[in-house]
């Protein structure tokens, strides 16, 4: 089974700075990974996504890397605003069961003023 | 548009009860999936259905069972609750034809609550 990990459990970063947030995978099939955001009391929402035929995704101020042979991807906030303060988390789509998400564990985000 | 609307939003059951919970999906989706989110883990998914169907199922025992209706609303039913059934539970509607894209972008409810005692 596709294991999906967030090592990290929180990020504290100033705003107008750069907020890296990790995601570690374990099978190599061809997959899609999302990147969610969760609000206290509210569901999860979707952020950006990436292809694994894919290197990198940019829209606007998010950015997801994808590095296949180290099984990692990272989600890149530019510049950090308080209003993104939120759990993220990211998610395998997986290579043969697009209905499922595997979630990972999540990172609590919290930019400072 | 309403997005995903689920009910109740808290509840508490004591052991060996039976829950239900409730689920609209947005409009024009046909698709709905339920999730489990303990405290501090990422949503576990339960099952998927579709066309009235369980297309998928994760790891999860017997004891947790769906329904969808015509309508594309769904159920999730929760037999011989346990304290460790106790989390957020979460439904997520799709179109199953974005769902074979790879981009599966569910919506997401703000989920039910529950708390086993």
């Known amino acids: 089974d596709q294991q999906v990990k967030q090592n990290s459990p929180s990020l504290s970063v100033q705003e107008g700075r750069i907020s890296i947030l990790n995601c570690d995978y374990t099978?190599?099939?061809?997959?899609?990974f999302l990147w969610y955001k969760k609000y206290p009391a509210e569901g999860p929402t979707f952020l950006i996504s990436?292809?694994?035929?894919?290197d990198k995704n940019e829209d606007g101020r998010f950015t997801v890397f994808l590095n296949k042979s180290a099984k990692h991807l990272s989600l890149h906030i530019v510049p950090s605003q308080p209003g993104d303060s939120a759990v993220y988390f990211c998610?395998?789509?997986?290579?043969?069961?697009?209905?499922?998400?595997?979630f990972g564990q999540g990172t609590i985000l919290t930019v400072h003023p | 548009d309403a997005g995903v609307t689920q009910s109740p939003t808290h509840l508490i059951k004591t052991r060996g009860q039976q829950v239900t919970l409730r689920c609209s999906p947005k409009?024009?989706?046909?698709?709905v999936s339920w999730y489990q989110q303990a405290l501090g883990q990422g949503p576990q998914f339960i099952f998927q259905?579709?066309?009235?169907?369980?297309?998928q199922r994760g790891n999860f025992p017997d004891r947790f069972s769906g329904h969808q209706f015509p309508n594309y609303s769904s159920e999730l039913n929760v037999n011989a609750l346990l304290l460790g059934d106790s989390a957020l539970y979460l439904c997520?509607?799709?179109?199953?034809?974005?769902?074979?894209?790879?981009?599966?972008?569910?919506?997401f409810g703000a989920g039910s609550r529950l708390t086993v005692l």
């Open positions: 997520a509607s799709s179109l199953i034809l974005l769902s074979y894209s790879g981009a599966n972008v569910l919506t």
């Open positions: 099978n190599s099939m061809f997959d899609y």
């Open positions: 990436i292809s694994s035929i894919k």
């Open positions: 998610a395998d789509a997986g290579g043969t069961s697009y209905g499922k998400l595997t």
């Open positions: 409009s024009g989706h046909d698709t």
């Open positions: 259905y579709y066309e009235e169907e369980e297309r």
